[in-house]
């Protein structure tokens, strides 16, 4: 693996109005996405990852069964299949963020990792399901209602350029799985998320970077930008950035545009980092078990 890598970011609106079609959502947002994914190519990205939940809106803002039909199989649905080509074409790593269906009921939201050469390498299912409102309109983030917890751990996928974890949104209030993560051999952790204005902006230049920090790895954060009608629960502010191991921002995205984010990743820093800040040999597991016992 050569020890530069660069990183495609993408933050996107969402361009159709929450009352029409799933089917008219998924087929705009694939659409944009795809022309996205090509650009941040063309421009040398290696690693490519979409925001939460990439092919519609925010639809956790209201309690609808409407938004069930978008959820897909994981990796046999159209959406991961189509993106699978589409990396194996380009030679790039996608990093899908879905709605995924299990069975004939059970959902869970989820990100694929395809390889450079198209070949499906596992996903990561969201550990952390939050159920907040936000404002006095009534909506939210209503995850409870759309998504179980994830059960597939904390997997770190070796890709052709490297060995890359995935939170998604809420997990970054967790640092438990962040350092899980570390331990499993992340040297970039990816978090697609939709968060928004008035609730947790003054949260996303602080958690991210301190889990870089504390766990010797590279964060890229990924926000979607606007306000998503007909809810209006707050601005989406974008913001998507990279962070390194000493908590630098290497690139950051503007706060309303579609764009796609570039940036270097650099393996040498993570050793140097480690080899300064010896974290995992001081750790003390043995004192931790208080940690995860179960409340009374």
Partial sequence: MADIIRIGLIQAKNDVHGDEPVHLHKEKAIEKHERMVREAAAKGAQIICLQEIFYGPYFCAEQQPKWYESAEEVPNGPTVQLFSSLAR???????????ERVGIGTYYNTAAV?????TYLGKYRKQHIPHVGVGSSGCGFWEKYYFKPGNLGYPVFETAFAKVGVYICYDRHFPEGARLLGL???????NPSATVAGLSEYLWKLEQPAHAVANGYYVAAINRVGTEAPWNMGEFYGQSYLVDPRGQFVAMGSRDQDEVILAEMDRNKIHEVRDTWQFYRDRRPETYEDMVKLLP
């Fill in 89 to 99: 074409e380009l030679g790039t790593v996608l990093i899908l963020p879905v709605y």
């Fill in 114 to 118: 395809i390889d450079a050469d198209g």
């Fill in 184 to 190: 499993n051999g992340a040297e970039i952790v990816f």
